[in-house]
């Protein structure tokens, strides 16, 4: 297991290498004329310029590799530039939006993954019983819908109609004690440091903005948990060696829970940790649809403003996550199935 590992971290800094290469080449399919864009804050600012002397001046024209060079130089020394969306540096945004971020993703993947997984299994161990059906119809639907449109209905609903989980992340009183001197941000997550401070009313009313996103987030990711769950034990369920355990006259809840769950979540696992890919780049429509302030709705402003150094960071940021979670997997998939240790 720990030459595997070890295996593993030896390639993550060519991943890493080809992961940079791959973000700042697409960005370099800008002309050096769109770029330079980037650096105007407002057209009375071209009047009296030159573009071709803005394109000197902040090197745009420069060849690929000089560019790379200079952008890898500044990455490795933690300077991702100026956020002129954000009014900050690049680090400093990434660092205030991504506990945002965090924390509904959080919220968002422990019911995932467990609610998937147990959901999964009653509509195995039911198969083709009017459960499996209706859970079979929850999945379709949840997995067809467009997340800006189930979040649109969401937002509808439980705000529009009912008035429960309004958007955003914080009531404009809430908001005005967490940035108030009294309260101390330990992780920059509104929940977390509520209880930290002992503050109740700040922590239910965290909770209740993250309600709606949450949901969104979880029943689209929940339907194909569930679907690779029930699929995943079917198959387990024709096995020899769970006809071997039957044969041997062991229950049926221990044949499930110790021969069939167990083999069955080797795929689940693998994309477990994609979807957690999938929630954190899944976040930039829905913290946009839900005015929630985190990373997403960061890259989503930037994009709309051409904010080009704010989308380099942040796609940049995403991309670590990405080889991050992906060896992760791999670890954990090593784990639960020896024989990808031996290959």
């Known amino acids: 297991m720990v030459n595997y590992i070890i295996r593993r971290l030896f390639l993550l800094p060519l991943v890493i290498f ?18 330079v864009s980037t650096y105007i804050r407002s057209p009375e600012e071209l009047r009296n310029q030159d573009i071709d002397a803005l394109v000197k001046k902040y090197h745009l024209d420069d060849p690929f590799y000089v560019r790379y060079g200079r952008w890898l130089n500044n990455l490795a020394h933690g300077n991702l530039g100026w956020s002129e969306s954000a009014n ?20 968002a993947v422990i019911p995932v993954v467990i609610g ?7 509509c195995a161990v039911h198969h083709n019983d009017p459960y499996d059906h209706a859970a079979r119809i929850f999945a379709i639907v949840g997995w067809s819908l467009p997340d800006f449109v189930f979040g649109l209905i969401v937002l509808m609903f439980f705000y529009g109609v009912l ?16 940035m108030s001197k009294a309260f101390i941000r330990y992780t920059g997550m509104n929940t977390i440091d509520a209880i930290l401070n002992g503050n109740w009313a700040v922590f239910w009313d965290a909770i209740r903005h993250l309600i709606a996103p949450t949901i969104t987030l979880a029943y689209l990711w929940w339907a194909f ?9 079917l198959d387990v369920f024709n096995k020899d060696y769970v006809t071997t355990a039957r044969a041997k006259g ?35 429509i829905i913290e946009s649809v839900f005015d929630y302030k985190g990373i997403g709705l960061l890259t989503a402003t930037a994009a709309q403003q051409l904010d080009y150094p704010t ?3 942040t796609t940049m940021f995403y ?22 240790r031996l290959e």
């Open 116 to 122: 998937g997984i147990l959901l999964g299994s009653f």
């Open 311 to 313: 989308v380099l960071g």
């Open 18 to 35: 080809g992961v940079t290469i791959m973000i700042f080449g697409l960005m370099q399919l800008l002309s050096p004329y769109q770029l």
């Open 88 to 107: 900050m540096t690049v680090s400093e945004a990434i660092a205030a939006r991504f506990p945002a971020t965090l924390e509904l993703v959080l919220f």
């Open 319 to 340: 991309g670590m996550l990405l080889v991050i979670v992906n060896l992760a997997v791999d670890i954990l998939y090593a784990f639960i199935d020896p024989r990808v």
């Open 163 to 178: 008035g429960w989980f309004p958007p955003g992340r914080l009531s404009t009183w809430a908001d005005q004690i967490v």
């Open 250 to 284: 062991l229950p049926e809840s221990v044949v499930i829970r110790k021969h069939v769950r167990r083999n069955a979540l080797i795929p689940v696992a693998t994309v477990a940790g994609l979807m957690v890919l999938g929630l954190l780049g899944g976040v930039v």
């Open 225 to 233: 948990i569930m679907r690779i769950t029930r699929s995943s034990m």
